[in-house]
């Protein structure tokens, strides 16, 4: 199904299912392989492809869901930034530290104490934010 | 005076497998299919009961696209990078149930917001929808 153009259709509808996929299950330890087996792919062919199609990495994109997800959580929720860290599927403390300052440009910390700082304290207690699966959109809490 | 939308445009890879998805697997009905003189062919659907908007499901290819925009639209609804909007529902939970047990793909179940109650799917062709009983509407 490759075109004039070399646009394949079916691998991009194989990586964009495989993507869906880490959307899904942002906080499980899904192993990349798993999931480049499940498109079809070799693991290096699978990641190449997948950065070439989405500007990123499969695991660099699971990474970014996950700081995304953490704003939310740190903004919204009364939680720890070491439950919000594993709420999110982050193995280590340091690991979510490093990532969440590369695309936020703080520390979780100093994220969540700017957020309680401008929109007031989580309105949402930490018991029921932990039983989310799917988080709340970027625009849904917090100040605007 | 502008009224609303009466047509939402959407994409898809196959038209053949589109009407299959929007009919059967959503329930809508089928509104128009017809062959025009210049290739393309204008296939409509819509929610059943629904009196308003209309959806034409668009082959790329067969459009008023150049081959090149064709092909590169083509990618973006493979890819999963377009929307044609929302959806609603008035009662996300309930529909969302029945969609998934039709084998329809949900890339998040129903869960509440400030707005309503959102899911989100995708077509068969990879455009998502937001799927929403909104607050306060019908």
Known sequence: ???????????LQ?????????????AEQLPIAALAEEAGYSLGH??????AAYGETPGRYRSRRRVERACELLRSANLTVT????????????????RFGEIVGRSPSAYQR????VGGPAPIPGCFALMWRTGLPASAVGSD | MITGISIVSVWVLDQESAKEFYTKQLGFEVTNDIALDNGMRWLTVRPPGSTGQEFVLMDPSHSQLDAETAEQVRALVAKGALSPGVMATT???????????????????????????????????????????RKGWQ
């Open chain 2, 91 to 133: 009662d996300c939970h309930a529909d969302h149930a029945v969609l998934a047990e039709r084998g329809v793909e949900f890339t998040q179940e129903p869960a509440d917001r400030p707005y309503g109650i959102e899911a989100v799917m995708r077509d068969d062709s990879g455009n998502w929808f937001s799927f929403t009983q």
């Open chain 1, 114 to 117: 700017e957020a309680a700082r």
């Open chain 1, 1 to 11: 199904m490759t075109s004039r153009a070399g646009v394949d259709v079916r691998s």
């Open chain 1, 83 to 98: 439950e919000v860290c594993m709420a999110v599927g982050f193995a280590s403390l340091g690991t979510f530290s490093r």
């Open chain 1, 46 to 51: 699978f990641i190449s492809a997948f950065e």
């Open chain 1, 14 to 26: 194989c990586l964009r299912r495989a993507r869906d996929t880490i959307d899904r299950n942002y």
